[in-house]
């Protein structure tokens, strides 16, 4: 089992930042390094969404049109690690979000691990 614990959720006003991290622990968590991870989103009334992933090596990522040149995903495999740093944060970010972790970057539809969410909440 891994246990994915996220923070650094919170109250925003629009055109700020924030960093969330997402922390793994349990023990399979020494195959941290194996995982590609993902950081989704759910805003109430809509199905949970990816927005960026990262590959096990960090070589390789993703984000969704929505959040593209304002999102920024990284690991440290060392720290058992995954960042996303948000900026220029817009009302319609606002979502619980949520960090998992998936075999293949290619297949990130594919969960086996899921953290518990953070809210945030970004003001106009």
């Known amino acids: 089992q891994v246990q994915l614990v996220e923070s650094g959720g919170g109250l925003v006003q629009a055109g700020g930042s924030l960093r969330l991290s997402c922390a793994a622990s349990?023990?399979?968590?020494?195959?941290?390094?194996?995982?590609?991870m993902g950081w989704f989103r759910q805003a109430p009334g809509k199905e949970r969404e990816l927005e960026a992933a990262?590959?096990?090596?960090?070589?390789?990522?993703y984000y969704a049109d929505s959040v593209k040149g304002r999102f920024t995903i990284s690991r440290d495999n060392a720290k058992r690690m995954v960042y996303l740093q948000m900026s220029s944060l817009k009302p319609e970010d606002t979502a619980v979000y949520y960090c998992?972790?998936?075999?293949?970057?290619?297949?990130?539809?594919?969960?086996?691990?899921w953290g518990q969410g953070t809210q945030v909440t970004v003001s106009s």
């Open positions: 998992a972790a998936t075999p293949n970057i290619a297949t990130m539809n594919v969960v086996d691990y």
């Open positions: 349990g023990r399979a968590a020494r195959f941290f390094e194996n995982y590609a």
């Open positions: 990262i590959s096990w090596s960090g070589g390789s990522t």
